[in-house]
């Protein structure tokens, strides 16, 4: 353990350390605030860079051996809240939420109002613990919204751990020297605090910067890969997440189903309506069909009036899936922008267990059995033949399904019955149900 001897006989003079710790926080809160200027959809930047300046205004007034001008004790701490709300509200800003203001300025009142009574003198462990508590409300603040974000993006995610670690470490280091290790805090502890500042004004920013660079790597990726009108994948992102959706489930002995959709006499439609309406018919279908389907589920536009989907499922599922969407897109589409249309959609469908993905092959094998659904007198669902050569490979998957769902059943009957009771076998006959309903 670090003593006081130590410490003194180290190289690393504080007043310097404190000068450089200022020092690069005031650059980088400069450096954020240019970056806003050069791009100014990234809101959360000039938050940032506003905190810093704040911070390292704190810690001038907090490290001067000799200030220019007489200061309450209170503000430099204050200033210091006043930051960390303001870090919290850029991030708040940077994933599109509303600010909050009442948060920029409510930890620096809680700290001014407090220090006037007795209990919170200047040093002691009730003083320092306040600042830390206050710090651990920002703390979880803005760790719960990284965490909001954490499915969007994998550097949501580090920051929710980095920023959040950085931002604890470096406030609450006083409270746990002063605590557990007295003799170190009392001799020079600005030291290492000095040094933590100057770690935490880094890295935050550096990870700041690369959330910036994700963000805008994500905008430009969904941009590439979403159909505008309708908000489903396009043609190109469809095809290449089928493939990865075919293979995987290939590698296991697992079969895919790809359903067609076609919007009935679509060109009646906008021939009679105008093509306005024609493209509330195909948001339309397209809510119908997000809404009818799960999110593991790939759903897309393939051009027009032509639309797709892959699922995860045996060909013994989806007509109870496609008389979903299919009943449900003609409910909706009975009447749109207050005319009466009469939208309806034909549905055809093709099960793979290859596997070796060929998505063009099974493309067209759902396509001929949607022009069979259309031949067949439009507004229905059609089922392409089974795969050549798939039969043995699907009769393999489904007993290993039946014999997956009568495991969980047995569980769940062995789970409910009452602790006295004997052990029940389900009968040889009985075969459960394929899927749960979905």
Known sequence: ??????????????????????????????????????????????????????????M??????????????????ALAFVGCGLIWNGVRRFHGRRLAPVGIYAGALAWIVLDQLPWFENGTIAYMALGAAIIACYTVAVAAEFWRERRKSLYSRSGAIMVTALHATIFLLPLTLRVFLPNLFFVDWLTLFSLDTIVYAVGAAFIMLLMVKDHHVHVYRKQASTDHLTGLCNRGAFMEAAFKMQARQGKRGEPVTMLMFDLDHFKSVNDRFGHATGDGVLRLFAQSLRKSTRTSDIVGRLGGEEFAAMIAEPMETVPRIAERIRASFEAAGAVVDAKVIGATVSIGAATSYAAVPDIDALLLRADAALYRAKNDGRNRFHAANEEPGSESVRMIATARRTKA??????????????????????????????????
């Open 1 to 58: 353990m670090l003593d006081a001897a130590s410490l003194h006989s180290s190289l690393l003079d504080v007043p310097t350390l404190s000068f450089v710790a200022v020092c690069i926080t005031m650059l980088l809160g400069v450096f954020l605030i240019f970056a806003w200027l050069q791009q100014p959809e990234a809101h959360g930047l000039v938050w940032w860079g506003a905190a810093y300046l704040l911070g390292g205004s704190s």
């Open 60 to 77: 001038i007034l907090w490290c001067a051996p000799s200030p220019l001008f007489a200061s309450p004790r209170m503000l430099p701490g």
């Open 405 to 438: 769902l009568k495991g969980r059943r047995l569980r769940k009957l062995a789970g409910r019955r009452p602790k006295h009771a004997a052990a029940t076998v389900a009968g040889e006959g009985a075969t459960p149900p394929l899927l749960s309903p979905r």
